[in-house]
């Protein structure tokens, strides 16, 4: 059986719960930053009735937030468990062709000055 391989890359959203007693429930959730997950999946070509870890294995090459990979910190507080499930649902929808990929945004040290305008879809007055 060979397993078939794809590069992954995801925005994973970092919130907090907080307790606000005037929504139905009493809770919301807070957006705090966002955290940039690289790796490679791979399908280990299993069946639908089998759970996500027996058909799927993945790497994780890097967590980035803010440019650096804190990765390590975040294995030293055993926060990596969210994140790993989130990569199971990310590989299971990239494998069966429901996601989409995020680019990661390659920034130019030098910028080349350029100006580009875009053509607006109506008039302004």
Do not use: W
């Not at 009493?26 to 027996?54: A, C, M, P, Q, W």
């Not at 990310?90 to 996601?99: C, D, S």
């Amino acid at each position: 059986m060979t397993k078939s391989k794809k590069n992954f890359c995801f925005i994973y959203p970092v919130t907090k719960l907080v307790i606000d007693i005037s929504r139905p429930g009493g809770k919301r959730y807070d957006h705090v930053t966002d955290l940039i997950v690289t790796g490679v999946g791979y399908n280990l070509g299993g069946t639908l009735f089998e759970d996500l870890s027996d058909r799927y294995e993945f790497d994780i090459e890097s967590i980035t937030h803010q440019d650096r990979d804190i990765r390590d910190i975040l294995d030293a507080f055993d926060s990596l468990d969210k994140i790993n499930d989130a990569c199971f649902h990310f590989i299971h929808h990239k494998f069966t062709g429901q996601e989409s990929e995020y680019k990661v945004p390659q920034l130019h040290p030098f910028p080349s000055g350029k100006v580009i305008s875009l053509p607006l879809k109506r008039n302004i007055k």
